[in-house]
């Protein structure tokens, strides 16, 4: 039997059990993709790992409903900045993953086309496209994980609609042509996204254990691209239809910027300006080993990335997969760069001196010494997960202007039985930095453990919060 402390976690608890209270109308739809599937231009592109329109319009209400400026460090599909512009207000976003930027630059694209002309282009696309069977010049070039993802016949097909979108005079056309078939990769795929990898079909004629996964039925490519095609042109032509926050939004919002920077926060945050975003709102990568890279791995050879340029992708990704190296080499360059060496040491201490931090690393380390863990780089992910989170919180605190606040969705997380804390350990970062710990929003119902852990120690349920700072005036 192993004696295991969790003492600093109990008392971090304690310290912030006040704070943390449950929202009834929090729940996982809002927090979700789930909630933006019947939202127009929000449905466009399903990113699992995005939160809802109406959970930042909640949220905006509820701590800023005057406009300002706002700003999500890891933007995703846009969905923050998309909310908050209806909202009036102005947004900058950073994102790293080339599948959101292509989403995000794809939908500021559909906001400047034509519909009449697109129109004519969907009615002449029906008339005029088939499949040629022979010769067809290849666009998709597969990497080792994706090799087999579609039949032969959807292969064609995606390909000869590559070759069709080229000789789309229009550009903005085109472009929201190529987006109608990035968006629907997944269904016309014997794929399905499942969290840390790409899960087959047992259709797909690979190898297989024990268990066939059948993910039910396949789309066939033409009624898929299709039903897309419809589907863009109607949400661009109806608008945002009745929405419940209409009545609050101005007309004429379109007409604000959206500032896309792509990239590393951990690399572009230090060169922000102080105290220069009036609100954040974001989702970071958890630390639940979910691999961006495999999960949407046909979007980016489709956006013609290599076996290399997935592998750099995936390192230049937040600490969040067991194949993440350390990266503190890395951030002490930036700061050394800027003449800013002291806030990196500033940093590290905070993260050195966070005693539940420090237990969770030892209790890690004890386990993966005993053979507990089901990957040996578990610690070394969770370690330098919440290292490099300290540099974005506290470039969080120094760009947002007094009074400002930050929300932040995130996951707590469980390895060998042991529950991390993670709003309560960024929380204390964010409190150390200077940020007051306004409330951890729980949902009320929370996360329960993988089916692994459960058989191992047993059924039990992990905080899903939404937790807000506040810089002080």
């Known amino acids: 039997m192993i004696k295991i402390s969790n003492a600093k976690r109990v008392t971090l608890f304690e310290n912030y059990q006040n704070q943390i209270e449950i929202d009834p109308k929090l729940d996982r739809t809002l927090v979700s993709f789930q909630a933006n599937k019947k939202e127009n231009f929000y449905r466009w592109f399903k990113y699992k790992e995005g939160f809802s329109k109406r959970l930042v319009k909640y949220f905006l209400f509820k701590y800023h409903p005057s406009p300002g400026h706002i700003l999500d460090p890891f933007a995703g599909v846009g969905s923050t900045l998309f909310a908050a512009r209806e909202l009036n207000w102005d947004t900058t976003g950073i994102e790293l993953l080339p599948v ?27 008339t005029n496209f088939h499949l040629v069977q022979n010769n067809i ?32 005079y229009n550009d903005k056309i085109k472009r929201i042509f190529k987006f109608a078939a990035f968006s629907i990769l997944e269904e016309i795929s014997f794929t399905r996204k499942d969290g840390q990898y790409l899960r087959w079909d047992y259709r797909a004629n690979k190898s297989w254990g024990k268990t066939k996964f059948n993910k039910g039925r396949i789309y066939p490519f033409i009624e898929s691209i299709n039903k897309k095609l419809i589907q863009l042109y109607q949400d661009l032509k109806f608008g945002n239809g009745n929405d419940l926050f209409t009545q609050f939004e101005d007309n004429k919002s379109h007409s604000k910027k959206l500032n896309i920077l792509q990239g590393s926060s951990l690399k572009l945050m230090p060169k922000f300006n ?20 495999r999960t949407y791995a046909l979007e980016l050879i489709f956006l013609g990335y290599n076996d290399e340029q997935v592998k750099n992708l995936r390192q230049e990704m937040l600490s969040c997969t067991v194949e993440n190296k350390e990266k503190i080499k ?28 420090q237990e969770v690393n030892n ?27 300290a540099f974005i919180i506290f470039e969080m605190y120094r760009v947002l202007k007094k009074g400002g606040y930050s929300v932040m969705v995130n996951d707590n997380v469980r390895y060998g039985g042991q529950e991390i804390p993670v709003d309560l350990i960024l929380s204390n970062f964010a409190v150390n930095f200077g940020f007051e ?27 899903k919060c939404v937790y807000v700072w506040r810089k002080p005036e």
């Not at 090799?147 to 097909?157: H, I, R, V």
């Not at 102080?274 to 890279?293: A, G, Q």
């Open 363 to 389: 209790v890690l380390k004890l386990l993966n010494d005993r053979k507990l863990l089901n990957n040996s780089n578990i610690p070394r992910m969770v370690k330098n997960y919440f290292l490099e989170m």
């Open 274 to 293: 102080n105290d220069f975003f009036d609100f954040i709102m974001t989702s970071p990568p958890y630390c639940n080993r979910y691999d961006y890279t």
């Open 100 to 126: 959101g930027v292509f989403a995000l630059e794809s939908r500021i694209v559909s906001e400047a086309v034509n519909l009449d002309k697109f129109k004519q282009e969907i009615d002449s696309f029906k």
């Open 137 to 168: 010049p290849k666009k998709i070039s597969h990497i080792s994980i994706t090799k087999g993802a579609f039949s032969k016949e959807t292969e064609n097909y995606l390909n000869c609609f590559l070759n069709y979108c080229s000789n789309i």
């Open 330 to 357: 890395i951030l002490k360059n930036i700061y050394e760069k800027l003449n800013r060496t002291d806030v990196f040491n500033k940093v590290v201490s905070i993260y050195e001196s966070n005693e539940a931090m």
């Open 437 to 463: 710990l306004e409330k951890i929003w729980t949902l009320p119902v929370g996360k329960g453990n993988s089916s692994q852990q459960m058989g191992n120690h047993g059924r039990s349920e992990l905080r």
